[in-house]
């Protein structure tokens, strides 16, 4: 119940397409929802989260996509861009909790 | 913008020594947390400090790991013996109090030869 699963595994996108990343939770505990980007040899760094209060947060090219009914959350990367190819990783985190829950990540490669 | 710092950037070690891992977190940040990264996967937890506190080291391997915070700023982690499943990045982060937002830093990799 603490597992979140992460699809797809890989990616690969156009310059200027659509990213697309999904993820899904089974622990309705869970009440904050962070995506992080890694670089090679980088740690992670936070790129966008939200609570379960709303079904969408955008920051500039960056959508997340709330489903609470599904339980499931999105990662939509628009006008993708080779600077964009990272490893993105979903997180969860539970209230009673102090730690997060990461999903095994999707690596993205943007072509140019 | 400041930042997590650790060190070393990289370690290789041969099976059953010892290595240990440096952290510094970001100042005033009151939580550390020790991630273990397997290649190709997301970070897991080891432990995690408030102040000089153990608040959950239920995934820490305690027959070989250590972890210490000993006056609440930076930390360290050991490994002894290590083996070759231990391969992998160690990550440290920090936040406030409030965990939602972690800071990492750029991690450790180790390699046991």
């Known amino acids: 119940q603490q597992q979140v699963k992460q699809s797809p595994q890989s990616l690969i996108v156009q310059k200027g397409g659509i990213s697309i990343i999904n993820c899904a939770y089974e622990n309705t ?3 904050y929802f962070p995506w992080y980007q890694q670089f090679p040899g980088k740690g992670p760094a936070l790129l966008i989260a939200i609570r379960p209060d709303v079904s969408e947060k955008k920051e500039g090219r960056f959508t997340i996509s709330f489903n609470k009914s ?3 959350f999105s990662l939509h990367i628009m006008d993708s861009q080779p600077g964009d190819s990272a490893t993105y990783f979903c ?3 539970y209230n009673y909790g102090q730690n997060f829950v990461f999903g095994p990540g999707t690596r993205l490669s943007v072509l140019p | 913008e ?8 990289y370690k290789i070690t041969e099976k059953s020594q010892a290595v240990a891992f440096w952290c510094d977190p970001i100042s005033g940040h009151a939580t ?5 990264q397997i290649l190709g996967q997301g970070p897991e937890l080891l432990v995690q400090f408030q102040d000089e506190s153990v608040v959950d080291d239920s995934q820490l391997p305690k ?3 250590s972890a210490e915070r000993l006056k609440g700023v930076d ?3 050991k490994i002894q013996p290590a083996e070759l499943g231990d391969s992998a990045m160690y990550l440290c982060a920090s936040s406030l109090p409030s965990p939602e937002t972690q800071y990492f830093g750029p991690g450790t990799r180790l390699l046991v030869l």
């Open chain 1, 70 to 72: 599904a339980k499931q």
């Open chain 2, 75 to 77: 930390s360290t982690l």
């Open chain 2, 63 to 65: 027959d070989r790991f």
């Open chain 2, 2 to 9: 400041a930042e997590v710092a650790q060190s070393p950037r």
């Open chain 1, 29 to 31: 505990a869970f009440d």
């Open chain 1, 91 to 93: 997180a969860a985190w």
């Open chain 2, 32 to 36: 550390l947390y020790w991630y273990r």
